[in-house]
Each structure stands twice: as structure tokens, then as C-alpha cells.
């Protein structure tokens, strides 16, 4: 049975990751009747359930994951990375010119870009215009194109493997540090679970499909042992019943993802 130091009605003010727990497993004994009766779970069954949740909430909601950037140092003569563990999608990857066949940082100076940025942009209202800016980048995505600004990968979301489907050669065989590019990696990764547990939309879900499930837990003990002899003709348990409701709970919650209910963002428009 999980401490009982902290109240039902506690919230941490911190993101020490045991507090948050700990204020789950607490919320859960009393939800189940803690201390009026006598708890056959373990703290072992109440980690069960919580990590069953953080589970089932990142295969099922969009909400557990986010957008962000990261960079990549690349390595000499190197096609494959392994990303961190919390990255499940890389969405693009970004050289910082517009490409070339050297990884030096030497290379990454364009000379039409300069004299753009000189003749347009640090003069900007007395020459040029919206059309040569659209001609410009026109032109940038065409180089990038022709020359090796575009990267093709793959990413294995279970290896975490980044496989680059080419090799950038380097002036030398060992390039200082200083001059080894880094790209720019659009990825989702995961939220750490002390985001999920302050996020006011995901946190009761996660909360109820804990409760749900240590209710599961117990009508499966109950359920073994039906009928407890006595001298009065014994005790009659209801595992079945509980078990039911909580299967019941936990159906309903896996609707509730479906509309959203923690907070994820709905589905697009979906093309093909």
C-alpha cells in the first residue's frame, strides 16, 4: 500500500516524478476504500497500473507526443546514427546551405545569396520586390534540389536508427571538430511522463485508467477466491461484478480518446 504522507487532496508543486507518482497511488488507495477497509494490493500493483497507462496513452493518443527540433553533428564517411530513445519520427532534415559535396563549413558560403542580400534585401523599398524574393527562393529550391540540399534518409522508429542515403565526403581524414556539419532533425518525440501528469487534460485520463486497472487487479483476486468459509456460513465476494465494472471504466476510456477528450489534436485532411 502506497505512504500515507500525502492526503487526497494533494498535488506536488514539483516535477520530482516519484512525488507525482506517489500522489496517484495515494489518490487511487482511497478512491478503492484505503483505509476504511483493508487493501490487498501491493506497491508493485500500483506501478503495474501506472505504467500500463503511460503505455496505453502513448500508443492510443497524439497528445503524449510533441514537435520539436535537434541537431546532428555528422561524422566522416558516416550513413548511420542512432537518435535518443524518446524521438519516434524524424519529419525532415535541414542542411544549413543549400548544398554542396564537402561536409567543411567553408562550403556552406553562396555567393548568389550574398549579392542578393546586398543588392535586395540591406536596400530593401528602393530596388527590387516580392518578385525577385519569389525568384530567389525559387532558385534556392532548385540548387537544393540539383545540388544535395535535400537529404534522403530512413529512420527505423524501433532501432532508432537514422540511415542517410548518401555520404558526404570531408576535405581530410580527420576534420576538426569545428568545421563537421550539423543538420537541423524535425522529429516528434515523447513527452516526458512529468509533462503528461501537469497537463491538465491527460492527467485525469491517465489517473482513471490506473484507478480502472488496480479495480481489475482486485476483482481478479476476488473472483479466485469467490467464497471465504466462516462460522456463519462464510463470505461471499464480488470479484465478478467488480471486474465488470472496471472492464466497463476502461472501454469507456478508450472511447473517450476518440473524441479527444485529453486534449490531442483532431485528425486533418487526409490526401491519397
Request: proline content about 6%.
Amino acid at each position: 500500500m502506497p505512504s500515507s504522507t500525502a492526503s487526497y487532496l494533494s498535488t506536488p508543486t514539483s516535477y520530482n516524478l516519484e512525488e507525482l507518482k506517489q500522489a496517484l497511488f495515494n489518490n487511487i488507495t482511497y478512491r478503492l476504500g484505503g483505509g476504511i477497509i483493508d487493501l490487498e494490493l501491493d506497491p508493485e500493483h500500483y506501478e503495474a497500473a501506472y505504467n500500463y497507462a503511460i503505455k496505453v496513452y502513448r500508443q492510443r493518443a497524439q497528445n503524449s507526443t510533441e514537435e520539436s527540433y535537434a541537431f546532428l553533428q555528422l561524422q566522416p564517411e558516416t550513413q548511420e546514427y542512432i537518435l535518443p530513445k524518446e524521438i519516434i519520427n524524424v519529419r525532415a532534415i535541414f542542411r544549413r546551405g543549400i548544398g554542396s559535396t564537402s561536409g567543411t563549413t567553408a562550403s556552406q558560403f553562396e555567393p548568389f545569396a550574398s549579392g542578393y542580400l546586398n543588392t535586395y534585401m540591406l536596400v530593401a523599398g528602393r530596388v527590387g520586390g516580392l518578385t525577385n524574393y519569389e525568384l530567389f527562393v525559387d532558385y534556392q529550391k532548385l540548387a537544393m534540389t540539383m545540388f544535395g540540399g535535400y537529404i534522403n534518409y530512413t529512420f527505423n522508429p524501433v532501432t532508432k536508427k537514422l540511415t542517410l542515403v548518401r555520404k558526404i565526403p570531408w576535405q581530410g581524414a580527420n576534420p576538426p571538430a569545428d568545421q563537421l556539419e550539423s543538420v537541423l532533425l524535425w522529429i516528434n518525440n515523447v513527452k516526458p511522463d512529468q509533462m503528461i501528469f501537469n497537463d491538465p487534460y491527460a492527467f485525469p485520463w491517465i489517473q482513471e485508467w490506473a484507478y480502472s486497472f488496480c479495480k481489475r487487479i482486485l476483482a481478479q483476486a476476488y473472483e479466485k477466491f469467490s467464497t471465504i468459509s466462516g462460522p456463519q456460513g462464510g463470505t461471499t465476494l464480488n470479484g465478478s461484478a467488480l471486474k465488470a465494472e472496471a472492464q466497463a471504466e476502461m472501454e469507456k476510456l478508450e472511447e473517450e480518446l476518440k473524441t479527444y477528450v485529453d486534449g490531442s489534436q483532431p485528425l486533418t485532411w487526409v490526401t491519397g
